[in-house]
């Protein structure tokens, strides 16, 4: 008989650093949208990793193409080239469009890149003075936890006794073009944001502001940098988010799903020459473009569109927001979403959403909280309808349970 739920949890309070807060759960196995714990109790996935497992737990063809891989050749460095970079760089530019392509590891790692590369622009192709370039970013934005990125987050929580912070970055409400609009001067290089706020609940800004964003930066010669680590690749119902207003970014970072859940991979997409200005030692990564990434996320952008994912997200999508928003619970405040990227937020009276995931959780849901009040809800794209309506019976419940 191995350890217990608990000597697992044990061992992570003794030897793990407390960054964290999981919910109490140790999962040993994953299939489609299916996980199980250790006792095999069996759960619905309602989080992806954070989108990262968009394309379901364990997806046989991105698995066969990993191991087939790691069989041949897993690691060169850039310090040579690899038979799987090349057709990588292909088939995601065909995909999306771009005409440059940066190869990364982590999802913070392309948002680092993105930075350092329109100020490099800025510097040397907008004519910006040396040090002066401005970046603009919304509040309660995430892009990640190093150094540089926390820097400009409007989280006191994630930049307490963290600081001294890099300067060079403008925080502006989010959703709203005549703040971005303002802000703009002869110095700024960049705009970064998300096309939905996801870390900070899910938060879908007014329809017209990225066609009205994308008119500002053209005019002022700024780039539009678009954050779809966790929105792009189908989450929304899109392949990438900024569809759904018909404009395109000048710097598209991925990460993510980009991996299938398989393999840390991210990259810097650009339709002009904001990468163009990286020279040889300017950038770079050991892991970067290895060769196993690339096999990973040349099979998890195939079964995306070989197996009509992106499309299944945006119909179980709409299925799932209108079955939560029929749900008539006193303790929902509001409920939103586009595609299968959604969050029910509760009244504070309701108190925590950390309580109602932990009830989900026995009804076999994986659900996660954030900002207190608020339960995000993202399934892998795989999920069928009678799956769909499944967890909707289960939030139904849960939402109108009584914790007092």
């Not at 405040?333 to 509760?346: D, F, I, Q, S």
């Not at 925590?352 to 900002?371: N, P, S, V």
Request: proline share 5%.
């Amino acid at each position: 008989m191995g350890p217990s739920v608990i000597d697992f949890l044990a061992t992570e309070r003794r030897l793990g650093t407390y960054n964290y807060e999981p919910i109490g759960v140790v999962l040993s196995r994953g299939e489609g949208v299916w996980v199980w714990d250790t006792e095999g109790n069996r759960y619905l996935d309602c989080l992806s990793a954070y989108s990262a497992v968009s394309q379901g737990h364990c997806h046989p063809k991105i698995l066969a193409a990993m191991v087939e891989q790691a069989h041949r050749l897993t690691l060169t460095s850039r310090a040579f080239h690899n038979d799987q970079l090349a057709p990588f760089y292909e088939e995601i530019a065909a995909l999306t469009g771009s005409h440059k392509v940066l190869p990364m590891n982590s999802g913070a790692e392309a948002v680092e890149s993105a930075i350092k590369s329109v100020r490099k622009w800025g510097y040397e192709v907008k004519g910006v003075p040396d040090g002066q370039a401005e970046i603009i970013v919304c509040a309660n934005n995430f892009h990640g936890r190093t150094l540089g990125i926390v820097g400009f987050s409007t989280d006191p929580e994630t930049r307490k006794h963290f600081g001294p912070f890099a300067p060079g970055f403008k925080v502006i409400p989010f959703g709203d073009a005549a703040a971005l609009e303002e802000a703009i001067t002869r110095n700024t290089v960049a705009f970064l944001v998300e096309p939905i706020q996801g870390e900070a609940g899910v938060i879908i800004p007014p329809s017209g502001y990225f066609t009205k964003g994308r008119e500002l930066c053209t005019a002022n010669n700024v780039m539009l940098v678009l954050d779809e680590i966790q929105t792009g690749l189908g989450r929304t119902g899109k392949l990438l988010a900024e569809q759904h207003e018909g404009i395109e970014a000048d710097v598209t970072l991925l990460g993510k799903a980009l991996s299938g859940g398989f393999y840390p991979v991210s990259a810097v997409l650009s339709n002009n020459d904001v990468l163009g200005t990286l020279r040889p030692g300017q950038h770079g990564s050991t892991f970067g473009g290895n060769p196993l990434a690339c096999a990973v996320a040349r099979a998890a952008l195939r079964v995306l569109v070989e197996e009509g994912m992106i499309e299944n997200a945006a119909r179980q999508g709409a299925r799932f927001l209108d079955g939560l928003k029929d749900i008539r619970a006193n303790t929902i405040r509001e409920v939103r979403g586009r595609g299968l990227m959604l969050a029910v937020e509760l009244h504070p009276e309701a108190g925590r959403a950390r309580r109602y995931c932990e009830a989900l959780q026995a009804k076999g849901i994986l659900a996660k909280d954030t900002h207190e009040h608020t339960i995000r809800i993202a399934p892998p794209l795989v999920i069928t309808s009678d799956q769909v309506d499944w967890a909707l019976e289960r939030f139904a419940t849960t939402l109108t349970q009584d914790f007092s």
